[in-house]
């Protein structure tokens, strides 16, 4: 049975920091391409940062620079470190796992930024 947790979301202040972290069993984690993406009430689900099963790393402009995406191929686990968060970065953040035809969700971690 695959199975992505999702943990580390929770409420922090403009400027704060937090580290998602998505873990993965179930499946070769290290041949499958990882994305993290948001999804804001009322909006529709956006990526944001991706790392392929060789390491290369693309994030959406908005998290440019403050955003940067890991993967532990040993713990089967995949990071999203978010760094001078903005009240804007307000969503529910789920992990994917994709080898061509074979696609996984987590549950999704709420992040809220507010003061």
């Known amino acids: 049975q695959v199975q992505l947790v999702e943990s580390g979301g929770g409420l922090v202040q403009p400027g704060g920091s937090l580290r998602l972290s998505c873990a993965a069993a179930g499946i070769a984690f290290s041949i499958y391409g990882m994305r993290w993406y948001r999804q804001a009430p009322g909006k529709q689900r956006d990526l944001v940062a991706t790392i392929t099963s060789g390491g290369t790393t693309t994030y959406a402009d908005s998290v440019k620079g403050r955003f940067t995406v890991s993967r532990d191929n040993a713990k089967n686990t995949v990071y999203l470190q978010m760094n001078s968060l903005k009240p804007e970065d307000t969503a529910v953040y789920y992990c994917?796992?994709?080898?061509?035809?074979?696609?996984?969700w987590g549950q999704g971690t709420q992040v809220t930024v507010s003061s």
């Open positions: 994917n796992a994709k080898y061509f035809g074979s696609d996984f």
